[in-house]
């Protein structure tokens, strides 16, 4: 896609051709291929989700956008004004830190509690992280943390202590604390029971509404036809359809099951 | 034009070197990684580090992980002043307009450094603390050395530290070789952040302490570094530390650096073999 066309299309997230492959140096300097060469884009307000079965490279793609892996080759640009993008891949890791902290959410399925820190910490630092003072990150923690209607006894007891699907709802109340400019995804709903379910996509949605750029990995199609304005499907860590959900549901009921 | 902007360095370390005994003429290809040892064949010297560069920003935590030997220390203790560096610079700036080369420094100057730019918070409580004077004593010693006199002010100021770091106050009298491992921890950080040093280094701040009581400090220098702002440098062989504690990481092997990454990056992709192999250890 050439500049001119991400301008018109007001696209936040524009992958190109990435590739991951890691080298493990430890097992016989085997080679593992996640991802092999994935071109998408995601625009402001526009709620992409990735479809495809295990292995085929949907959370290394999220992880390699946010740099837990280090991409092997090609490019990941992010929008930061109306006018630039800046390449991921490029930036130093100090770069890359800020830059996480400010503009990007990633919401995985696994709260990767640090330890004895307590849900209303976890959620109040991320709010600093995007640049609230402390007050405002206070309140803007304690908005969040109702919204996913996670109970007020537990908001100072250790995270570590809190069932999945509470420490699910601490992950998401962190990585949305502030309409981030893009948001990952990964999961963030597969341990919840329906009504907090329901809750949660209904946060996912008005974000979305608001003009954040998701991209997603659900691995329930419901959501996935309630959400999604488009749906990436991933085979061998290549993008092997790409269309509506009507369209791409239909096709992904052979895949998926 | 640059994009994206990180923090300015307050801390900047360029192609730090230490060897100890003199170094035969290739005594520098012939050891590292690469060779797999960090002493040179010829004349017996030991490469502790060589070519190691980082910068800390204010309000960040860069981990420094490696197994015993790798070097970590002996980067640690040329930046603080215990040890003098053979080769490579270490400059602080911290204010707009100050930026100091610390090897350039008179010995009177870098221990005024000590005083109230970079602290040390050291593995061994009795390195950074003199065991046989009180917790106060021990937290008056950087305050008077800054220029504190008065005396109930300086009480003051010590026992607003201890409270900080929770030490109990009616322990402020009593000598600090009668306490605990976990409290002697707590008093050295006492004494690292009395005159608010913007560059605290931690040398296995936790090693050897009981699990719960290392728990306990490494949520107060958790605490601390944000409260503080501090730039920090933290060097541990335990990766649940660094996990907690630092955004980035440099990975260390017979004396070189050969990975830097962000933290979580080194956790979930670490690329060097000994990387991966450190972390698969720990993490097994």
């Not at chain 2, 070189?256 to 979930?268: G, H, K, P």
């Amino acid at each position: 896609m050439t500049q001119q066309s991400i301008e018109q299309h007001n696209v936040v997230l524009e992958v190109r051709d990435l590739y991951k492959h890691f080298y493990l140096h430890t097992i016989d300097s085997r080679c593992v291929e996640a991802l092999n060469g994935v071109s998408l884009s995601v625009a402001a307000g526009e709620h992409v989700a990735l479809a495809g079965t295990s292995g085929a490279g949907k959370s290394s793609l999220l992880k390699s956008i946010y740099r837990t892996y280090k991409p092997t080759s090609g490019s990941v640009l992010l929008k930061l004004d109306t006018t630039t993008f800046v390449d991921l891949v490029s930036l130093t890791d100090a770069e890359l830190a800020t830059l996480r902290g400010t503009k990007i959410g990633y919401v995985s399925q696994f709260l990767r509690a640090q330890p004895r820190r307590s849900p209303f910490d976890i959620v109040m630092h991320a709010g600093i992280q995007r640049g609230m003072d402390r007050q405002t990150a206070k309140d803007a923690a304690a908005h969040s943390l109702q919204r996913l209607n996670l109970d007020e006894v537990l908001w100072d007891v250790s995270a570590s202590m809190l069932s999945g699907g509470e420490k699910q709802r601490v992950n998401l109340a962190a990585g949305t604390i502030s309409p981030p400019q893009l948001l990952l995804l990964d999961e963030p709903v597969s341990a919840l029971d329906p009504a907090n379910r329901e809750s949660a996509l209904e946060l996912i949605g008005t974000l979305t509404s608001q003009g954040v750029a998701v991209l997603a990995v659900f691995h329930d199609i419901e959501a996935m036809r309630r959400l999604a304005s488009r749906i990436i499907v991933l085979r061998n860590g290549r993008v092997d359809y790409q269309g509506s959900p009507e369209d791409a549901l239909t096709n992904l009921e052979g895949v998926a099951r | 034009m640059k994009l994206v902007t990180a923090p300015e360095w307050v801390l900047k370390v360029e192609n730090l070197g230490k060897v100890f005994g003199n170094l035969s003429k290739h005594g520098i290809e012939n050891t590292g990684p690469e060779a797999g040892t960090s002493k040179d064949s010829v004349t017996g010297a030991i490469v502790a580090a060589w070519d190691v560069s980082f910068e800390v920003a204010a309000g960040e935590a860069l981990g420094v992980v490696g197994e015993s030997g790798s070097g970590k220390s002996t980067v640690m203790r040329c930046i603080a002043g215990d040890q003098a560096a053979t080769a490579g610079s270490v400059k602080i700036r911290t204010a707009p307009d100050e930026q100091l080369d610390i090897f350039n420094l008179s010995a009177a100057e870098r221990r005024q450094l000590r005083v109230n730019k970079i602290a040390v918070v050291y593995q061994d409580p009795a390195e950074g603390l003199e065991m046989n004077v009180t917790a106060g004593g021990n937290i008056a010693s950087p305050l008077t050395a800054a220029g504190w006199r008065n005396f109930s002010a300086i009480r003051g100021r010590a026992s607003e530290l201890l409270s900080r770091t929770e030490v109990p106050l009616n322990r402020m009298d009593d000598a600090v070789k009668s306490f605990s491992g976990g409290m002697r921890q707590r008093v050295q950080l006492a004494k690292a952040i009395a005159n608010r040093p913007p560059i605290v280094l931690f040398d296995e701040p936790t090693t050897g302490l009981d699990a719960s009581v290392a728990a306990g400090v490494l949520d107060l220098i958790r605490g601390l570094l944000e409260e503080y702002g501090l730039a920090a440098v933290v060097v541990s062989h335990d990766f649940s530390v660094i996990e907690m504690l630092t955004t980035r990481c440099i990975v260390m092997n017979h004396g070189r650096v050969v990975e830097s990454a962000l933290t979580d990056q080194l956790l979930e992709d670490p690329h060097h073999p000994y990387s991966q192999k450190l972390v698969s250890a720990a993490r097994a």
